[in-house]
């Protein structure tokens, strides 16, 4: 080691003391550098959390919608979890929350009281660890169960409500998806979900038939009875009391004619119709019932039964097994044999008959029957009839 003359340190052994404070300096520079693009790294996952419970709510409400619609097409009776029910006195999902004017074909939510105030039912439903868990209530808000099990995994939830629309046949349905089971898509309880999603749509109803026929006997040729005493009745002034509208003749020395007070039955019957006569088949069937035949055929809410042998027994079953939209399609010919009842005057049924339909004895049908060709074979009391 050098010194100088006075014994201190020479300027050489000073040299290297400058680079701690730069090493100081750069040290703290990088940990600035670190402390920012953490905060960008947080605030990245923070909005990564979020846009994916709000992804979650979404999905929810999109899934309420599909379910809500399906639930609508679909005459199952269901309990009050939303299940298939086999109980006679559980109503279907339309028929639980929805109400119809059959005068003005208005629709409107079925409501219950809430400390004397209307509130609309509403179901909902929370995916669970073995998917989607429903509440159907009859009165009140839903009860969601499952969501009382905290193993912090994501159960996103939405609830349905149902609003009425002007004009005839249309209901206003709206989604509330949830990142979880709280807030809008749980009724009645406290607390909020982190992500909430509204959806709202404007959905028509599609009646089983669109426009009824003008007559209780409607065809496009001409109707033979012979010497059965074939009875129609149309006592509605409203609708012009037209007992039978017929493209040909209406033949027939023992036929029994009602119409409305103050009309005169032997000329009720509108007979030798040449614009009826000349429709085509398919035309008259979109005519009345506002879908072709093979549209209408594949509705969701259209029961097909087959009938390759005589078929009341699983028509009455079919019909039975449904609490709503009784509208059954058979791709063949039919054979029914009395006695049987299909429909009932407040639950009435459509019968679509894809080829001719052979009637015999007792079978008395509330509703509609639509088929290419009708053969009544009704020997004696008791005899069948269609009420319309």
């Known amino acids: 080691m050098h010194r100088s003359n006075t014994g201190t340190p020479t300027a050489r052994r000073q040299r ?36 994916y419970r709000a992804a979650q709510a979404f999905e929810a409400a999109e899934a309420g919608l599909e379910w809500a619609i399906a639930q609508l097409n679909h005459p199952q009776r269901i309990d009050e979890r939303c299940l298939p029910s086999s109980t006679a006195t559980d109503p279907s999902f339309r028929e639980r929350f929805v109400r119809i004017d059959h005068e003005t ?19 909902a439903c929370v995916l669970g660890a073995e998917g989607w868990a429903c509440s159907c209530p009859a009165a009140g808000h839903p009860v969601l169960d499952v969501i009382e099990s ?13 609003g009425t629309e002007a004009g005839s046949g249309l209901i206003r349905v709206t989604s509330t998806g949830c990142s979880s089971a709280a807030g809008p898509c ?21 009646p089983g038939l669109s426009s009824a026929p003008a ?5 496009r040729g001409s109707v033979d009875v012979g010497a059965a005493a ?6 509605d002034a ?22 409305a007070p103050g009309g005169a039955a032997e000329v009720s019957a509108s007979t030798h119709d040449a614009a009826l006569a000349s429709i085509a088949p398919e035309r008259l069937f979109a005519t009345h019932f506002g879908l072709d035949k093979a549209t209408w055929n594949g509705h969701a809410a259209v029961q097909a039964v087959a009938c390759d042998a005589e078929c009341g027994v699983a028509l009455a079953a079919a019909i039975d097994s449904v609490s709503s939209n009784r509208l059954i399609s058979i791709e063949s010919d039919a054979r029914i044999e009395g006695p049987v009842t299909l429909g009932s005057p407040d639950r009435p049924v459509v019968i679509v008959v894809d080829g001719s339909i052979t009637l015999t004895g007792d079978v008395t049908l509330h509703g509609l029957l639509y088929a290419s060709a009708v053969r009544w ?10 009420h319309g």
Request: proline share 8%.
């Open 16 to 51: 290297g003391l400058a680079a701690l404070p730069v090493t100081l300096l750069l040290f703290f520079a990088m940990l600035l550098a670190a402390a920012y693009a953490n905060r960008g790294l947080v605030f990245e996952q923070r909005a990564s959390a979020n846009q």
């Open 105 to 123: 074909g208005q629709q409107a939510p079925v409501t219950w009281m809430s400390g004397g105030t209307p509130i609309a039912l509403q179901p």
């Open 150 to 162: 905290n193993d912090g995994t994501p159960r996103p939830a939405y609830s349905v409500q149902f």
């Open 186 to 206: 749980r009724p009645g309880a406290a607390g909020l979900p982190d992500a909430s999603v509204r959806l709202q749509v404007v959905l028509g109803l599609l």
């Open 215 to 219: 007559a209780p006997l409607t065809t």
């Open 230 to 235: 074939l009875g129609l009745h149309h006592t």
């Open 238 to 259: 409203a609708s012009g009391g037209i007992t039978a509208h017929t493209g040909g003749s209406l033949i027939g020395s023992s036929l029994r004619l009602t119409t």
């Open 377 to 386: 074979d009704d020997a004696g009391p008791p005899r069948g009839r269609v």
